[in-house]
Every structure is written in C-alpha cells, then in structure tokens.
T-cell receptor, first 111, second 116 residues
Framework: DAKTTQPPSMDCAEGRAANLPCNHSTISGNEYVYWYRQIHSQGPQYIIHGLKNNETNEMASLIITEDRKSSTLILPHATLRDTAVYYC????????????FGTGTRLQVTL | NAGVTQTPKFRILKIGQSMTLQCTQDMNHNYMYWYRQDPGMGLKLIYYSVGAGITDKGEVPNGYNVSRSTTEDFPLRLELAAPSQTSVYFCACTPGQSVSGANVLTFGAGSRLTVL
C-alpha cells in the first residue's frame, strides 16, 4: 500500500469549511483513497473513499487530483463535534494487505 | 446487528499475568485486524487474518498471539503482560472483496488495558 503524508494538526472555525490535505505521491492506479476519523478514544470511523473521481456523501467531500498524487477531505460546515484525528490511507481493495494507519491530522474546531 | 464487539472494555493486569481480549463480528467479514494505540499516537497493527485458520503478523506482534478458528471470532492473547503493553486495543474487520471497490473497515469500541 502507498504511504501517505498528512499535516499533524489543523484548526478550523465552527461553521467554516475544513480542508484536510493528504499526499500519496506513490499511489498506484488501482489503489483507493480512504478517510477515517477518530473522535477522542473511540474506534476510528469510516468517512469516505474514492478512486479517481471526486466523491461526496452526507459527511464529507473527497477531492482527488487528476494525477491522484494527493487528495483533500472537505467538511463543508465544521462543527465542534468534528474535532477529531483524521486518517488518510491508501490501499488496494480485496487484498490481504497489512492495513496500517499513520498518525493522521488532528483537527481542532473552535468557536 | 452489533458490528464488532470487543470485551472487556477495561482491564487492569499485573506484570506477568496473561489474558485474552475477545473480538466478535456479525458481519461475515473475512478480514480481521488487531491494532494497539498508545496515548497520543496512531494505530499500530499487531496481527491480522484473512479468513478462518489464517493469521499473519503486523508491525508489532511481539508479546501477542492470535487465533482464528471461526469467521466471527479473532481473540488476541497477551502472554506475560508487561507495562509496555498498556494501551488501547482495537479490533476491526473488512469484507476483503467488494464489487463496489469499498473495503471499509469497521472498528470495535476498543479495550483499554493497563499493566501495573
């Protein structure tokens, strides 16, 4: 699985959009980008995933660059409840890969 | 549909004791994982399994053992507990194969272990 690089921390004002970047320059053509988040000490929670096209669901939007070397997770209207650690991971689907997580980005949403 | 259930939620062990962390999933997923998370750190993979009877080491397997006799259960055994094993342990599962491409991990709520 390709490695990812994320900033260690970010701040965002409540109500504003939170844009969390992820670099995955060694991604291969059939690897997916997944985003998870971990609120406090809970188990990580799936947010969204994508291969090439931009994706949107009820939680967030995922923008993947045309060369697929980076992506951005967008929380359109961040709330205090979005304060969490966000993990970007890249992996092949259906493989017995050692699915590993980095240290993620700690997003702090403030009033 | 309970998803991934981990027991116990909390446990305090003395150095040298042994115990088993239980993980059960009712989603019929093939792949299961055990992670540990130390305070302020990311998740580190301990062991994983791609199906009943098949297990493999992750990044930090020393001091742990696993078994996978059924699809549903993936217990993690700690032998001779040490203070370095104080951590929060998460179990997770994923289908492994998906037509849609989604291979979403579902995590349990975690088991907080303290070794004194």
């Amino acid at each position: 699985d390709a490695k990812t690089t994320q900033p260690p921390s970010m701040d965002c004002a409540e109500g504003r959009a939170a844009n969390l970047p992820c670099n995955h320059s060694t991604i291969s053509g059939n690897e997916y980008v997944y985003w998870y988040r971990q609120i406090h000490s809970q188990g990580p929670q799936y947010i969204i995933h994508g291969l090439k096209n931009n994706e949107t669901n009820e939680m967030a939007s995922l923008i993947i660059t045309e060369d697929r070397k980076s992506s951005t997770l967008i929380l359109p209207h961040a709330t205090l409840r979005d304060t969490a650690v966000y993990y970007c991971i890249v992996r092949l689907t259906g493989t017995a890969s050692k699915l590993t997580f980095g240290t993620g980005t700690r997003l702090q949403v403030t009033l | 549909n309970a998803g991934v259930t981990q027991t116990p939620k909390f446990r305090i062990l003395k150095i040298g004791q042994s115990m088993t962390l239980q993980c059960t999933q009712d989603m019929n997923h093939n792949y299961m994982y055990w992670y540990r998370q130390d305070p302020g750190m990311g998740l580190k993979l301990i062991y994983y399994s791609v199906g009943a009877g098949i297990t493999d080491k992750g990044e930090v397997p020393n001091g742990y053992n696993v078994s996978r006799s059924t699809t549903e259960d993936f217990p993690l055994r700690l032998e001779l507990a040490a203070p370095s094993q104080t951590s929060v342990y998460f179990c997770a599962c994923t289908p492994g194969q998906s037509v849609s491409g989604a291979n979403v991990l579902t995590f349990g709520a975690g088991s907080r272990l303290t070794v004194l």
